[in-house]
């Protein structure tokens, strides 16, 4: 599988001959420098890129419009609706999906209850603090209930206390749910958590990065 921006001499290359599959309660962890494709990988995962070569399934999960449902996602930078309290903003997912507004909002209480955060459920975001934001990220993922999560350096803007806190909070999430995880991260101390590392270099999984199949199967010639 392959993923390249732009064409001719101007053409980046961010992800070529990457095989792998991730499994039901894998706990994984990308690893490498900034511009190694981590990020693009993780994308691609979540169905929100297209492969310019190969192709990538999900036989673990429903799909709608050619596109994976239940895949949860915690992205790096700032990802709440300012104007959004917290609740509503951990409720609008479920809401869009087509859940009731009372099931959504009691869902979003409690997923906020379980990363600590009740006292900010009225909070507009500018409010929170970075760490904050993040755990509200996590609590969205929680209350949807997904099968598979995946973390775009979600401590990447962090400092070391808070991005411990937002890591057990993401850790806690995927264990109650009992569903995989897959984090992209420059941090050692976030990859040592993860039972699994896939190191990435120049756009390319190391040896190693190599597993059964559960909820996502990238397979095919980059070239």
């Not at 609590?139 to 057990?168: C, F, I, K, M, N």
């Amino acid at each position: 599988m392959a993923r390249v921006y732009g064409s001719g001499p101007a053409a980046v290359v961010a992800v070529s001959g990457v095989t792998c599959q991730v499994r039901a309660g894998d706990r994984i962890a990308i690893v490498g420098s900034s511009g190694s494709g981590k990020s693009t990988l993780l994308h691609l995962l979540a169905g929100l890129e297209t492969p310019t070569a190969g192709k990538i399934s999900w036989p673990g999960l429903p799909m709608r419009s050619g596109r994976p449902t239940g895949v949860g996602i915690v992205f790096q930078g700032p990802s709440l609706l300012p104007a959004l309290d917290v609740t509503e903003n951990v409720a609008l997912p479920m809401i869009l999906a087509g859940a009731e507004q009372e099931e959504a909002t009691q869902r979003a209480t409690e997923a906020l209850a379980a990363v600590r955060l009740t006292e900010q459920a009225r909070s507009v975001p500018e409010e929170l603090s970075g760490g904050q934001s993040q755990r509200a990220a996590v609590a969205r993922v929680l209350a949807a209930a997904p099968s598979l999560v995946l973390a775009d350096e979600p401590t990447g803007q962090l400092d070391h206390d808070t991005a411990r806190v937002v890591l057990d909070a993401l850790l806690h999430t995927v264990d109650r749910l009992g569903v995989a995880l897959v984090v992209s991260t420059h941090d050692p101390l976030v990859a040592d958590r993860l039972a699994v590392q896939w190191e990435m270099h120049d756009g390319r999984l190391q040896d190693g990065a190599r597993g059964e199949s559960y909820a996502a199967q990238p397979t095919g010639d980059p070239r």
